[in-house]
């Protein structure tokens, strides 16, 4: 019979299934860092049990981790016990750290595919719901809970109802200036924060398989923000390419005997999916988000729904709330409106594929006066590739701030923060109110277009600039 | 994780959608290292002004007295966002035991079956019904008959849950050690396939 891509890798991995009941999924590898992994350490601890394959989990610092002087001891004392406790379970444990101070420290889900641990094929998991992010190798990759994290130290499994799947289909060349978080952007402001629910979703058509693996990363990245359990993009040679020499990679004969098998890893021609949606490139443009979640989007050229317009109440109220924390107006423009932070990085868009795309567009420019710019890149590697290419003399000169490795920004956890009432134009995945710190307001688009408010000082069309040059 | 088979309780109403699970437990209380303590936080920033525990916002829902009980009803895909598990330890610390809403975001609802705390989906209709009622009227919520009832109008409604679910709520029984039980199996399919 006909399969979907999913089909075959989870089937694959199926160690049983309970009657009327979830699977007993088997996982091939576990990222796990210091925010969601302590309890489960705890956990299993209390049931005197040991890691069942702890050569399988792979551990990481990224979310609580100070971007500035990592050298010097953490200043938060709660954080530096999150990260020394991560540290102490790793060694008791048995678990391979690349903790602050390691070459290979950095967001997991940026780590895991510049190591090439992610590989076509695999089931992966983490506690963070941006997991989905290494389905962009055709992988099973989904975020977890830290019970599920205790299962899988526990058995190297988890229970799961098998879900739906969705296929979206983009055809077609993408416009001047627009770029792959722009496309995913696109999908949410489409179907809306719910709209994947239930669904593990695969990308699929000629946009997509004209992208890199770090664009395709970004896409994936986001699925979850449509509530999907993960997305997912079948390999092909950009993939392996991709993968071939990298430390984790198989090499020699091991390489062609999984080459061979990464082929057979695609969604059969007359393989059904329970949901199908099509998309034509050509009618994406620059997105921004302009609410308090990732579906609340739109052209950056657009103007906000007029609150009169929608009939739902639930989604009235909601658009009403959501414009009251961000301060903006039902019918408004964005274009042209002042904001004085501009953050780049996170395991959406901190790749070098990210800052190269940055570094073009402000070469020769400066910052404007009024906005602070952080440029964080997603790990070590990253920030190593980004001196050795000099695109930091490209930043510095631009008046960009370079910081060390590390989720930031992202999320309010960590010293960076954005202060309550200011916008904040961030490549990041989330604009959920208080996100990137109590009272900040978050406006989510590209790193085109990020980059480009940074040299303009207000929302701008990065259109413009690019016909400029 | 404690056994729940019944419940009976007045509720509190959260008639706001897409509550995501940075609303539920914002980041920078997620540095403990233990499962304990969450519910100080819970909502932190809805519920109080500049994070500050002696300036209650008093049109936030959990200040208001009138409301109280061990059932929070929310509005449409509840728990979206980050998969925190903090957020359902808030929600179980505070004295909650069942969110009710139309719609569930996935990983919050697992989160949420593996802690002992019942995510009740309804209709929009029966949502709407319950957000209409007085602050003292309660709800029954019977695990093993999979119903949900307003006692003052009879209204029932079933929701769904997994048979496998149910059989770990009404014993208290977890997922691990399901798993570690079914090590001899996990074995044999690592010696087959890996
Ligand atoms: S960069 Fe942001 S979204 Fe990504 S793992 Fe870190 S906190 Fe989560």
């Known amino acids: 019979m006909a399969q979907t891509l999913f089909d075959k890798i989870w089937d694959a991995h199926v160690v049983e299934k309970i009657p009327n009941g979830p699977s007993v999924l088997y996982i091939d590898k576990h990222f796990i ?200 993009i079948a390999p092909d040679e950009i993939t392996f390419n991709y993968i071939k020499g990298r430390i984790y990679a198989p090499k020699g004969a091991d390489w062609d ?49 007029l609150t009169e317009s929608i009939t739902n109440e639930g989604e009235k109220k909601n658009l009403a709330q959501a414009l009251t924390y961000m301060g903006l107006n039902s019918g408004a423009a964005l274009l042209g409106m002042p904001v004085q932070h501009v953050f780049i990085g996170s395991c959406t868009n901190s790749r070098i594929e990210d800052l ?77 109110e208080g996100r990137q710190g109590a009272g900040a307001r978050t406006l989510l688009a590209s790193p085109l277009t990020a980059a480009a408010a940074a040299i303009t000082g207000v929302v701008t069309d990065v259109r413009e600039l690019i016909n400029h040059n | 994780m404690q056994a729940l088979q019944q419940i009976k309780s007045s509720f509190v109403p959260l008639p706001i959608e897409n509550v995501d699970t940075d609303q539920i437990i914002p980041a920078r209380f997620l540095k403990a290292t233990t499962r304990d303590g969450f519910g100080k936080n819970l909502f932190r920033d809805w519920r109080y002004e500049q994070d500050d525990e002696t300036k209650p916002k008093p049109d936030f829902v959990l200040n208001q007295r009138i409301f109280s009980g061990e059932i929070l009803v929310a509005g449409k895909n509840f728990g979206c966002g980050s998969s925190r598990e903090h957020a359902a330890w808030a929600l179980l610390d505070y004295g909650f035991k069942a969110v009710v809403s139309s719609f569930f975001a996935d990983i919050f609802k697992n989160n949420a079956l593996n802690n002992g705390v019942l995510p009740v989906i309804v209709s929009d209709d029966f949502l709407q019904q319950i957000f209409a ?62």
């Open chain 2, 133 to 194: 009622l007085s602050a003292t009227d309660t709800i029954s919520i019977d695990v093993a008959a999979q119903t949900i009832t307003i006692d003052a109008t009879g209204a029932q409604a079933s929701f769904e849950l997994n048979p496998y679910k149910k059989t770990c709520l009404l014993n208290g029984y977890d997922d691990i050690d399901f798993l570690i039980s079914r090590k001899t199996s996990i074995e044999q399919f690592e010696l087959e396939k890996v």
């Open chain 1, 257 to 305: 005997k999984q080459l061979a098998n990464w082929k057979k890893l695609y969604s059969d021609q007359d393989a059904i999916f329970d949901a199908e949606i099509n998309i034509n490139a050509a009618e994406i443009a620059p997105m921004i988000t302009y609410g308090t979640n990732p579906g609340l989007g739109m052209a950056i050229d657009g103007n906000i729904p």
């Open chain 1, 33 to 232: 860092h210091e925010v969601t992994s302590p309890q489960a350490f705890k956990g299993i601890e209390k049931r005197g049990l040991p890691l069942f394959r702890p050569k399988q989990t792979i551990a990481t610092a990224d979310h609580n981790v100070p971007t500035l002087n990592q050298h010097l001891p953490i200043k938060d004392q709660l954080s530096k016990m999150q990260v020394d406790q991560l540290i102490e379970n790793c060694e008791k444990h048995g678990v391979e750290l690349y903790g602050l101070g390691h070459p290979y420290q950095g967001i997991v889900h940026v780590i895991g595919p510049e190591l090439g641990i992610t590989q076509p094929g695999m089931t992966i998991v983490c506690g963070d719901s941006h997991t989905s992010t290494h389905g962009a190798f055709g992988t099973i990759a989904f975020g977890i809970g830290t019970s599920e994290v205790e299962m899988v130290f526990a058995s190297q499994c988890v229970l799961q109802t098998k879900p739906k799947t969705m296929r979206i289909n983009i055809e077609g060349n993408l416009p001047n200036g627009v770029v792959s978080k722009d496309i995913i952007l696109y999908i949410i402001a489409k179907i809306s924060a719910s709209g994947a629910t239930g669904y593990f979703v695969e990308y699929a058509g000629s946009t997509i398989r004209s992208l890199s693996m770090e664009a395709r990363m970004t896409i994936c990245n986001m699925s979850i923000e449509m509530g999907a359990r993960g997305g997912m």
């Open chain 1, 356 to 432: 190269r795309l940055v570094a073009e567009l402000v070469k020769g420019r400066k910052k404007h006066e009024s906005v602070k710019v952080m440029i964080v890149p997603g790990s070590q590697q990253v920030a190593k590739q980004v001196h050795a290419e000099g695109l930091d003399r490209i930043f510095s000169e631009a008046g960009f701030q370079i910081r060390q490795a590390g989720c930031s920004a992202c999320l309010g956890m960590n010293e960076d923060k954005i202060p309550a009432g200011e916008y904040c134009i961030s490549t990041s995945n989330r604009n959920f």
